[in-house]
């Protein structure tokens, strides 16, 4: 054998493994080692051997420190994130306590402390006997398998520099041991198959998928409604309006009021002042009286009821609108201005019914607003359409001598005032 | 005197330690005894039957949950104004169960009671599986199951933010942390012992997958430092742990200004309630089981007694706790309150009342003869009446407290379903599914260090004993 070949022969013995009779044996052979030098060597029992640490020299672990480091970790973790959610980002009010008050936070701060250091004890105390780790040359040496079972084992590494395969082997039987073996790095390195990585990487890959849809479809902004996964209560078992059923003999779900119920507005069938309507078409006229009275109602009312939408000056520019537009809810619809030709155009009977009755998204407030308050707001709609597309002769000639001045002190002009 | 026989670890004499481990076992007879178990090429028949009858049990679980949750919770008994019905009865019942393991495996560890190693892997699997069971319970009565996530502090769309304050929320960080502590506790215990069996392994596979759960173990005196000190100290979390879980269950009724439920008595009797059950579902199991599976050298007479005095123990503890509500109730000159325990004692559920005490009070004072301790067949009925007792322990505190509080024209009764049956049934089932499996399959006794307490003359023919 020339001397390469012995140079890579001797580099696969990766130690000496020697067997001794018991957990004293094996003791005393360790600190025998020890005095005799070597500092890669390690012992193996089935349960643990006490005082063998200090046989071998070895110090303590820092395992302690780790898990102390895990429980303040939880701690303040917890203190933190309960302050954080519940007194500032989104504060509670619970029975008027105070927003923030630790005997509270307690329970939950004690659990977090436990569960990391409970986590950094097991982590931690895995990592540090460097586990997991799969692949080893003793595991492949068939007499070690009784390691586990009742053989008490030293092995001493080859890279040790005290190593020399015969006189380590004389100095473990000096200390009494009973067989000994030397063992091989496995020839072939241990691998794990590369289909079974490549399955792994292909499926950590996947699993990928998913959060980043989510953090994608969160980051971006779509027109179309929410993803409902799981229908929830979107379909109950009741009957809607309108809907038919067969329990009933007209086939309707829903019931006609009772014989003789009477209407809540009780002034009989007046179709021009209860629906706006004459003749089956949109009024032309007021049924009731013009008066500025009336108009200043209406504006009262116009202001509660319609200028969140439609703005105080009926341009459709309220303050939900305004707000629905920065949010980009998908299904605001602009309120219509009160300026725009085709409201100009419309009889007085149609925006009563308009107001009434609601039209397209816009809801209806006859439940809301009584029959003489929303002629009244009516009439300041058209009060407001006046006042936009007013021109010079719709002044009173004898007030056209203040417009000059009020125009003089203030630089807008009529159109875009209020 | 007569002399004791040298099988009967049971009796104490002050001139010998009681033997931990019975027989003439030595390090390698344990191996044997333990993994042949896991071993064997086919478990007995009577194995696949009681394994057939759980499965099918869980898949009635499995059915019933299903059931609630495409329907929805209305399936249950669940109504106003017994809200909390059977769901959270077994929730609670599960939960105390799963006490005694960690009870076994980490305080009595800490105290040094070293006759814990044989029985304390099985115990710590049964907590494992208890708390697996409790679990299923309050996720599915939720309703709306599939929120469930809701529970969880995430940034969401919805800006908000789960309620910390809540009792409700400190049972899910409680009990979440209490599965997985138990669980890595029990399983890095078991590291050595899968090694053991990954060395023994004939077949591929075995090796393979033990492999793989060993971690690659080599028992080598660094791994056993570190891994003493792991266990050591998640022993001293899992204590204090222990003792949190039960009383933040607690909470969710003592927090409560329900009458019968707003008290501080609650904690220490909780805990003391599932620590209680716990040692009895242990004995339950273990009398079977040790007889079953020829492990009567390693869990001796003397654990079972052991652990009946516990049982004996912890039930004083609960009936003092029922005594002490009782005169509270009087004393504390509350009306309601006073109410409730008359309702409870003489009212429409007395029968349950008076089942409870007979079972938890009554009964385990028969462990006060030294036959009853020591016989399997009287112990392991005494068992079974405790798990009776504690599951109508809090059967009672729900919903008697619930079905009259304070308005008479809010009273009501409360009628379980056949769901409800079926999800109590199929919980156990889901239970012995579990355990049977881990009979099979893993070490069932902590060999390791059932070795390290082996009187040393049973070691390897000691060739240089230094001391």
Redesign the interface.
Known sequence: MDQAARETDSKQVAGLLAEFDGPQALKAAASGVREAGYTRFEAYSPFPVHGIDAAMGRRRTLLPWLVLGGGIAGGLGALLLQWWTNAVDYPYLISGKPWFSLPANIPVVFEAIILLSALAAFGGGLALSGLPELFHPLLSCARFRRATTDGFFLGIDASDPQFDESRTAALLRSLGAGETELYDRPRTEQKVPRPLVMAVVVAACLALLPPLWIARVRATRSASPRLHLVSDMDFQPKYLPQQSSPLFGDGRAMRPPVEGTMAVDQRGDDPHLLRGEVEGQPATTFPVAVTSDRMKRGRSRYDIYCATCHGLAGDGDGITSQLAFEREEPKWVRPLSVHSQVVRDQPVGQLFQTISDGIRTMPGYSSQISVEDRWAVVLYVLALQRGRHATLEDVPTELRRHLDTALQGDARTPDTER | MTAIPVDDNTVQDPTRRAPLVLGDA???SV?QTVCEIAERPRPPTSWYVAFAVSVALTGGLFAAVGYLIVTGIGVLGNNSPVYWGWPIVNFVFWIGIGHAGTLISAILFLFRQRWRTSINRFAEAMTLFAVACAGVFPAVHVG?I?LVYWLA?YPN?M???????S?L??DV??IS?YG??SA??WY?GM??DL??L???ATSRWRQLLY??FA?????????????????L??AA??T??VL?VHS?VS?DFAVAQVPGWHTTIFPPYFVAGAIFSGCAMVVTLAVPARAYFGLKSLITMRHLDNMNKLILGTSLLVGYAYGVEVFMAWYGGNMYEAFAFANRALGPYAWAYWLMVTCNVIVPQLFWIRKCRTTPWIMFLIAVLVNVGMWMERFVIIVSSLGRDFLPSSWGMFKPTAVDVMMLVGSFGLFFTLFLLFCRYLPMVA???V??VLPPDR?????????
């Open positions: 030595d390090l390698a191996t709306r599939w502090p769309q800006d908000l933010w789960p309620n910390f304050r009792p929320l400190w960080v409680a942390t997985t502590v890595l506790f890095l590291i050595p090694a053991t990954r060395d023994r492999g793989l971690l690659g173990w080599r028992g080598s005196a660094t791994q056993w430092h570190r891994f003493e000190w792991a266990y100290l998640l979390l899992a204090p742990l949190s933040v909470f060999m390791a260090e070795k390290a070691g390897p023919a000691p060739a240089v004993e230094v001391d």
